[in-house]
């Protein structure tokens, strides 16, 4: 069943004359798993019937409703022929994920169930968001507007000719020094006015990227790849810091076997 991933060290117990001191941890397949392993509570049967041409969507399946089993008693093999024993194993999950929501809601709708098969990346919930969804229509529709920087841009446009125009007849001594100091004055402002738009402008952009993500987090996803063992929520009810699923990681799966002292190294 695949190389020695770890070993764990228990004190012995007897089990028909017999005793096992050792569990040994393999890191397999789901089908490996599905397929090769001695489960008792009437798993074994399923198991040894189970056809190995079907589909590995099956295998994972099964894998899944091994999850719910404790540990099982050791299966003594008989003394005429070790090699042909089998032993009895725990299956267990590389790895499990309670998914929560990032943000507390009244959840819209779910679109898992127990058993579902769920990839990395995909929708397994939404959160009510209209009022989200509006906040980000309206940043969208200010992060587009441009009227702002036009009008700054006319205004600072007439200021430049009109220093232009006051210059020369400061320079005929036809305009006083204080007034050709505001006509600069009124320029400048103009020009820091265009630069105060376009700065407004960048920070609508960023203001929209925000209202996107906060949008973003009230739809949850799947971490990993799995399958689901429960769903802890429904459509309707409120989640702050409880999860909505618990999502199982099935490949590689890990398979605790326990085996007697006499097989250590083989």
Same mark, same amino acid.
């Given at each position: 069943?695949?190389?020695?991933?770890?070993?764990?060290?228990?004190?012995?117990?007897?089990?028909?004359?017999?005793?096992?001191?050792?569990?040994?941890?393999?890191?397999?397949?789901?089908?490996?798993?599905?397929?090769?392993?001695?489960?008792?509570?009437?798993?074994?049967?399923?198991?040894?019937?189970?056809? &190995?041409?079907? /589909?590995? $969507?099956?295998? =994972?399946?099964?894998? !899944?409703? @091994?999850?719910?089993?404790?540990?099982?008693?050791?299966?003594?093999?008989?003394?005429?022929?070790?090699?042909?024993?089998?032993?009895?194993?725990?299956?267990?999950?590389?790895?499990?994920?309670?998914?929560?929501?990032?943000?507390?809601?009244?959840?819209?709708?779910?679109?898992?169930?127990?058993?579902?098969?769920?990839?990395?990346?995909?929708?397994?919930?939404?959160?009510?968001?209209?009022?989200?969804?509006?906040?980000?229509?309206?940043?969208?529709?200010?992060?587009?507007?441009?009227?702002?920087?036009?009008?700054?841009?006319?205004?600072?446009?007439?200021?430049? &000719?009109?220093? /232009?125009? $006051?210059?020369? =007849?400061?320079?005929? !001594?036809? @305009?006083?020094?204080?007034?050709?100091?505001?006509?600069?004055?009124?320029?400048?402002?103009?020009?820091?006015?265009?630069?105060?738009?376009?700065?407004?402008?960048?920070?609508?952009?960023?203001?929209?990227?925000?209202?996107?993500?906060?949008?973003?987090?009230?739809?949850?996803?799947?971490?990993?790849?799995?399958?689901?063992?429960?769903?802890?929520?429904?459509?309707?009810?409120?989640?702050?810091?409880?999860?909505?699923?618990?999502?199982?990681?099935?490949?590689?799966?890990?398979?605790?076997?326990?085996?007697?002292?006499?097989?250590?190294?083989?």
């Amino acid at each position: 069943m695949g190389q020695p991933h770890r070993f764990a060290f228990v004190h012995g117990k007897p089990s028909h004359g017999r005793t096992f001191q050792f569990i040994r941890v393999i890191k397999v397949t789901p089908v490996a798993a599905a397929t090769q392993c001695n489960i008792s509570n009437g798993a074994t049967t399923r198991t040894q019937t189970m056809n &190995r041409r079907k /589909s590995t $969507n099956r295998a =994972l399946l099964l894998a !899944a409703s @091994l999850l719910a089993c404790g540990p099982l008693p050791p299966a003594a093999a008989t003394e005429t022929d070790q090699s042909d024993a089998t032993f009895d194993c725990v299956v267990e999950p590389s790895e499990v994920v309670d998914v929560g929501s990032a943000v507390p809601g009244v959840i819209e709708r779910i679109t898992v169930d127990r058993s579902d098969l769920v990839h990395k990346g995909m929708v397994i919930a939404k959160l009510e968001s209209g009022a989200e969804r509006a906040a980000m229509e309206l940043a969208r529709v200010r992060a587009r507007l441009t009227t702002g920087i036009e009008l700054q841009r006319a205004n600072a446009g007439y200021n430049l &000719r009109k220093e /232009s125009r $006051n210059k020369e =007849l400061f320079q005929k !001594a036809l @305009l006083s020094r204080n007034d050709m100091d505001l006509t600069r004055t009124e320029t400048r402002i103009a020009q820091l006015q265009v630069r105060q738009e376009q700065d407004n402008q960048l920070i609508a952009g960023l203001e929209l990227q925000r209202a996107r993500e906060v949008l973003e987090r009230r739809t949850i996803h799947s971490p990993i790849d799995g399958v689901v063992l429960e769903r802890f929520k429904a459509a309707g009810e409120y989640v702050k810091d409880t999860p909505l699923a618990r999502i199982a990681r099935l490949d590689p799966l890990y398979v605790e076997v326990i085996l007697p002292v006499d097989q250590l190294g083989r």
